[in-house]
Every structure is written in structure tokens, then in C-alpha cells.
Antibody, heavy 117, light 106 residues
Framework: QVTLKESGPGILQPSQTLSLTCSFS??????????VSWIRQPSGKGLEWLAT???????GYNPSLKNRLTISKDTSNNQAFLKITSVDTADTAIYYC?????????WGQGVMVTVSS | EIVLTQSPTTTAASPGEKVTITCLAS?????MYWYQQKSGASPKLLIY???SLASGVPDRFSGSGSGTSYSLTINTMEAEDAATYYC?????????FGGGTKLELK
């Protein structure tokens, strides 16, 4: 059974760094072909892909945010991470992690992140 | 980046009615994926590789298309199908989503 669960700070202030963790089970990020992605959704709006990390440690970033994003993984502990630097109110959203195949077949429940002073 | 344009943006259907949602890509893509998102829930994969049903998805859902034009069809609308639907491509980077189609029960 594949499950993913996101965790994060809940609320942070503008200019801070957002750190998110995706803890998953039922698959391994050391398995060939497996990737994990981060996707976000502002309240009432659509889905925006942020970044992907794959089993061989290749990484991809959304060009519109590339300089602010860092994705990483801890294969032994079945976790993936995303850092977003210099957040502002536009980064307020639900953040999802999802297994990627190249479609997103399993999603976490999402974690709400609010950027507010 | 490839822009995906969905239509309609919002629609309503009665139980038993057929529903078709269209996704137009700004450049040709080799496959399209479709997701269903109910209020307050995470997106759920419905269709992969244009026309293959994800596990557990009722067969009243189907997908078709090629090149720049794709569609998702619900053959007979049921109350539980009220949701927002998104198309997605990853034929080229970055992967992109359509803006969504909100389907309401009439």
C-alpha cells in the first residue's frame, strides 16, 4: 500500500525559508524509474508543479521558481524534502508530494502553508 | 512551457447525462493524464497515457485524443462525479496542468 504524508511549519514569515518533508511508504526511491514530486495549490486555484527528484538523484525544477527551490531525498528513511527560500505571501498554498511515473499516481493529503507577517 | 487550456471552465450535468471535458495543448504532446479533485481532498489519478483507466476508476470514465487535443468523457454522470478535473502533460519539461474544469451536479 502506497502512502505519502507531507509535513511543514504551518505558518512562516516573509523572507524565511520553507522546509517541507514528504514521508512515504509502499515504495522506495532507490527503485529504478521511481520519482517523487512536489506540487502546490493556492486556495481556490489550480495545480502548480514545483520539483521532482528521481531514484538516480536527478532533479528537475519549475523554471519560474528554480533559483528558490532545492529538492533532496533520504532513501534509507523513505523521505523527500523541499526547501523554498525567500517566501512571500504568494507562496501561501497547500503543498502536496506525489509519486511520479511521469504521471502522479499517488498523492499525499497535503500540508497547508501560510506566509504572513 | 506547454500551456494546457481546459474547457469548459465550469459545467453542470444531471444524473445519467454524458459529460465531455476538453484539454487543448499549446504544442503537441504524446500523452495526457487526468485527475479528479473533490472539495477538500487531494487530486486522484483517473486516466494515464491518454486512455488507460487508473486502478479502481469506474469504466464510465474514458479518455481520448492525440497531438494537441484531448478529452475526458463521463458516459453517465453520477452524483459522486461532482468535482474539479485537471489535465496534465509531461511530454516536455516542465510538467504542466490545465486550469481545471469544475463539474457540478444539476
Amino acid at each position: 500500500q502506497v502512502t505519502l504524508k507531507e509535513s511543514g511549519p504551518g505558518i512562516l514569515q516573509p523572507s524565511q525559508t520553507l522546509s517541507l518533508t514528504c514521508s512515504f511508504s509502499g515504495f522506495s526511491l532507490s527503485t529504478s524509474g521511481i520519482c517523487v514530486s512536489w506540487i502546490r495549490q493556492p486556495s481556490g486555484k489550480g495545480l502548480e508543479w514545483l520539483a521532482t527528484i528521481c531514484w538516480e538523484d536527478s532533479k528537475g525544477y519549475n523554471p519560474s521558481l528554480k533559483n528558490r527551490l532545492t529538492i533532496s531525498k533520504d532513501t534509507s528513511n523513505n523521505q523527500a524534502f523541499l526547501k523554498i527560500t525567500s517566501v512571500d505571501t504568494a507562496d501561501t498554498a497547500i503543498y502536496y508530494c506525489a509519486r511520479s511515473l511521469p504521471y502522479f499516481d499517488y498523492w499525499g493529503q497535503g500540508v497547508m502553508v501560510t506566509v504572513s507577517s | 512551457e506547454i500551456v494546457l487550456t481546459q474547457s469548459p471552465t465550469t459545467t453542470a450535468a444531471s444524473p445519467g447525462e454524458k459529460v465531455t471535458i476538453t484539454c487543448l495543448a499549446s504544442s503537441s504532446v504524446s500523452n495526457m493524464y487526468w485527475y479528479q479533485q473533490k472539495s477538500g481532498a487531494s487530486p486522484k489519478l483517473l486516466i494515464y497515457s491518454t486512455s488507460s483507466l487508473a486502478s479502481g476508476v469506474p469504466d464510465r470514465f474514458s479518455g481520448s485524443g492525440s497531438g494537441t487535443s484531448y478529452s475526458l468523457t463521463i458516459n453517465t454522470m453520477e452524483a459522486e462525479d461532482a468535482a474539479t478535473y485537471y489535465c496534465q502533460q509531461w511530454s516536455s519539461n516542465p510538467p504542466t496542468f490545465g486550469g481545471g474544469t469544475k463539474l457540478e451536479l444539476k
